[in-house]
Structures are given as structure tokens and as C-alpha cells.
């Protein structure tokens, strides 16, 4: 994605073609009042990185399509029961959202109405932060004070707590995502005990929507404060009825950082759980890459552990992977304390290079012996024999080996 240019007014070139399809002003004439929302506003004001490009319209969903349409644009209709169109240009996605206000909230899903009025729109947003609209020429609407809360990392919901978490429930890890990237003080005492009082209502909501947004969460540069809070509130039991209590995510993520190792939500979720069971992953809906590697994290064998031998760890390295052992010592070790051998064993597996045993089963075969089970079986036993030598065997010296178990 091509990164965006700080300078809203410059954001007209970037985005003209989207902004110019969906009436924006172009040189005074003021067609279609549109702007800039969401996170991407945020952004731009804190300094960090701008994500998707969130834009809404008055204009209802039909227009919307139609605009894009004739302007050439690819338009594809998302959301549309929420006015969500999702807009591409020149490798960039736009969604673009007709304004709204959200009627009968049931705490997962609202039916909405379509307005005109854009402090409507800000006020069916979840954050001050989040409910701020920049126009294409770089005026801020900015309706509840988001803009202060940004500089100061204060989040804080639109409204009152209470009421906006009883819509959606959801609202709950959001703030909390959101309060794990962006805070800087501490979340109002307020907002906590409402939290506490409707954690329950989090058992509505789908295991899609809940590992998405924790992931997002634990994806942050150090979630532990947040997931402490989380605990204390009640969320965490929650959703996460056999999270191991304790400070090992605390522990991990000094680690990570001493490492270095880059967040990984996973690592950070599999450090919560006593053992991975096929289970958890199911209940999670994990994708089935997530559940392979959550299940080689947390699996029994082979134990790491800071008397493991060297050979053993080579063994767990050639086998498994220089990422997995990495993850696995560092998870192990945030979970087991404080030895200082830990920190040997995770510096080995950092300075691990691939290697490649130098024979195949074409080799065992040459030997005359007949194919089947027995052929990959020697193989292993030669290869094992490999390891233990500490790789040091070459080909030559392997075959020669493998002559004499023949
Ligand atoms: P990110 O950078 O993580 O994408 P974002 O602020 O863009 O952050 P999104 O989930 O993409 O977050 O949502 C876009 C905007 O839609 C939010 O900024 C917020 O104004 C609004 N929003 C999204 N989800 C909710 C919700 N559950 N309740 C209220 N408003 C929401
Ligand atoms: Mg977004």
C-alpha cells in the first residue's frame, strides 16, 4: 500500500479519483459533503501509521455504487444492509459508508437508518477517538473531544459506557484493543465498572468476532497491563475460562523484547493457555494454519527446558523449525520463571542455521535393500545418528554409516 501523505489537502491527489466519484468539492464547488472518518483520522492526528481508508457520504448505498460505477471505479457492495461499499484504486481500498444512526442495538447487531446529519454519525461511533471526520480540505470535525483524548491516549466511549456496551457488546475488547495501541492514562473508573457489570453479555457474541479482535489486541507492541485490567474486570474469565493466571505474559513480552522476538499474537494467546487441545482451537474458530501452530507451541514433546541438552534442543530445532522452538522456549520459559539457563537455550536457537542431511532413500536402496518401512526407518537412524554427531558427518562419512547398519 502506498503510504499516505500526512497533509490532508494533499490527500485530494492521493485519493482524487475516489473523492472526485463521490462528489467531493472540487475547486469551490461544494456537491457532496465528504470525509474522511475513523481510524485513519486518528492516525493522522497521532502521527502513526494510516491504515484503510475509511470515507463516509450522505449519499445512500445505491448512489454510492453508481458514482463509483460511472466513474469507472471498481465497487463492491460489502456491507450493504450497513451501507458499506468497499471501493479499490490504484492498489488502495477504500470502504465508504453512507451516514447513519444505528437503531434497536441488541448487542451484537443494529438495524441502521441512513441520515444526512453527520453529528448522528459521529454519536453511533464507539470512541471519542474514533468519531472524528476530516474533510478532504483539512477542516477536523471533531464532536466529542476526540481530538484532545487522542493527544492525551485517553479512551474513552461516546456517550455512556453502560448504554454504548449494551448495544454491542463487542465495545468491550474494542476498548480494550484500542486502550492496548493508544492508551496513555488509565481507562475511568466508570468505564471499568461498567465493564464489570456487563462482561456477561460478551458470551453473546461470535468466536469469529472475539479471536479477531483479540488477536488485534494481543498483536499490540505490550497488551499485558491491558490483559491484567481485562482479568480484574471479569472479561478475561470470560472468554478465556482456562487462561493460566499469573504474570507469564508479562514475563513473555519483556522477553520479546530482550530477544528480539516481533509480537505475535499467537505466542502471546498460547501463553495464557495451560495446554493446546483441539478443543480451544475449534471453540476459537482458529484457521487451520493457527491451530497447527498453536498445537506445536503447546505440545507435551519434546519438553525445552533450561537442562535440556544441547543435542536434544539441535534435535527439537532440526525437527520442528528455528520459529517454533524459539516460540516454544519463550513461552516455556515465561510460564516456568526465572533460570538464567533459559537465556543459553533461547541464544542457541537464535543462532541456529538450517541444515540438510546429506542422504535419501535412493541411497538406502543402492544398498540393495528391498523398499518399504525398513528403508525409512534406517534413515532416521542414520540421520539421528547425524544429530548427535552434531552435524558434523558429511555425506561420505554418513554413507559409510549407513553401510554398517545395513
Ligand atoms: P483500525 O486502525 O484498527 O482499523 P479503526 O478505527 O479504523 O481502527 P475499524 O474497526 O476499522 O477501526 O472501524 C472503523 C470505525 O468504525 C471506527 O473508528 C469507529 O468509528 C467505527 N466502529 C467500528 N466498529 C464499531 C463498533 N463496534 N461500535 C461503534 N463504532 C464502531
Ligand atoms: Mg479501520
Redesign the pocket.
Known amino acids: 500500500m502506498q503510504p499516505l501523505s500526512r497533509q490532508p489537502a494533499s490527500w485530494m491527489a492521493a485519493h482524487g479519483r475516489v473523492l472526485a466519484a463521490l462528489g467531493a468539492p472540487i475547486v469551490g464547488v461544494r456537491e457532496r459533503d465528504v470525509r474522511f472518518?475513523?481510524?485513519?483520522v486518528?492516525?493522522w492526528l497521532l502521527g502513526e501509521p494510516l491504515?484503510?481508508v475509511?470515507i463516509a457520504t450522505p449519499d445512500t448505498p445505491d448512489v454510492v455504487m453508481e458514482r463509483l460505477k460511472s466513474a469507472g471505479l471498481k465497487a463492491v457492495p460489502t456491507g450493504l444492509d450497513h451501507g458499506t461499499i468497499t471501493a479499490v484504486d490504484g492498489g488502495l481500498t477504500y470502504?465508504i459508508?453512507t451516514l447513519r444512526r444505528d437503531t434497536a442495538c441488541d448487542g451484537r447487531h443494529a438495524a441502521v437508518e441512513f441520515t444526512d446529519d453527520w453529528a448522528e454519525d459521529a454519536r453511533?461511533?464507539?470512541?471519542t477517538i474514533?468519531?472524528m471526520s476530516l474533510a478532504p480540505d483539512g477542516t477536523l470535525f471533531d464532536y466529542h473531544g476526540g481530538a484532545e483524548d487522542a493527544a492525551a491516549g485517553k479512551v474513552r466511549f461516546v456517550g455512556n459506557a453502560a448504554d454504548?456496551i449494551q448495544?454491542?457488546y463487542?465495545?468491550i475488547l474494542?476498548l480494550f484493543?484500542?486502550q492496548a495501541?493508544y492508551g496513555r492514562s488509565d481507562i475511568d473508573n466508570a468505564t471499568l465498572d461498567a465493564v464489570r457489570a456487563h462482561a456477561k453479555g460478551l458470551a453473546r457474541l461470535s468466536a469469529e468476532r472475539i479471536t479477531q479482535e483479540l488477536a488485534?489486541l494481543l498483536a499490540a507492541k505490550n497488551p499485558a497491563p491491558v490483559v491484567a485490567v481485562m482479568t480484574t474486570t471479569g472479561v478475561i474469565g470470560e472468554i478465556l475460562p482456562e487462561e493460566q493466571p499469573g504474570p507469564a505474559l508479562t514475563r513473555l513480552i519483556a522477553r520479546e523484547h530482550e530477544t528480539p522476538a516481533p509480537a505475535d499474537w499467537l505466542r502471546r494467546f498460547a501463553v495464557l493457555l495451560p495446554e493446546a487441545t483441539a478443543a480451544i482451537a475449534a471453540r476459537w474458530k482458529l484457521s487451520n494454519a493457527d491451530a497447527q501452530r498453536l498445537a506445536a507451541l503447546l505440545a507435551p514433546d519434546p519438553v525445552l527446558g533450561p537442562a535440556t541438552s544441547v543435542t536434544n534442543l539441535n534435535r527439537a530445532l532440526y525437527h520442528l523449525g528455528q520459529g517454533v522452538v524459539i516460540d516454544r522456549l519463550l513461552i516455556a520459559w515465561a510460564k516456568d520463571g526465572d533460570d538464567p539457563a533459559w537465556k543459553q537455550q533461547l541464544a542457541r536457537a537464535n543462532a541456529w542455521t538450517d541444515k540438510t542431511f546429506p542422504l535419501s532413500g535412493g541411497d538406502v536402496l543402492k544398498l540393495g535393500l528391498a523398499p518399504g518401512p525398513q528403508v525409512g526407518e534406517l534413515l532416521r537412524a542414520v540421520e539421528d545418528w547425524w544429530i548427535e554427531g552434531g552435524f558434523a558427518a558429511d555425506r561420505d562419512a554418513a554413507l559409510a554409516e549407513l553401510a554398517r547398519r545395513a
Open positions: 472518518v475513523g481510524g485513519i486518528r492516525n491504515g484503510d475509511d470502504e459508508t453511533r461511533r464507539d470512541f474514533n468519531a454504548r448495544e454491542d463487542l465495545r474494542r484493543r484500542f495501541r488485534k
